[in-house]
């Protein structure tokens, strides 16, 4: 049987295994996600296309370049800011599983 604290002590192993496996994705999120090639290689056409567009005096070309380039960063944005909140999110549960068990510690006799 399993007792009150033993229970205890397994969650906070739970949480802090959970909690780093999700600060590592956060990190990982930063670091691929926002240097994806593609994401460079669209932006940089799109950069041509525009200059294009100006070149030949397209206004509607230009605008559409435009439009892509600003969800090109919308995009990038959105993954940093999943990066930045799976990395707190991961160091806030690191956090939580390592005050339960300093207290379930504390606690013992």
Do not use: Y
Not at 45 to 51: E, G, I, N, P, Y
């Amino acid at each position: 049987m399993i007792s009150p604290t033993q229970l205890l002590i397994m969650i906070s192993l739970l949480l802090f295994i959970l909690g780093v496996a999700t600060f590592i994705t956060g990190v990982l999120i930063l670091a691929f996600r926002t240097l994806d090639r593609e994401v460079h290689t669209l932006a940089a056409q799109t950069s041509r296309l525009a200059q294009k567009g100006l070149a030949d005096e397209i206004a509607g070309l230009v605008g559409n370049a435009s439009t892509l380039l600003d969800g090109l960063n919308q995009m990038v944005k959105t993954a940093t800011g999943i990066g930045v909140f799976l990395a707190i999110l991961g160091l806030l549960m690191i956090a939580g599983s390592s005050w339960l068990t300093l207290q379930l510690f504390l606690a013992q006799p």
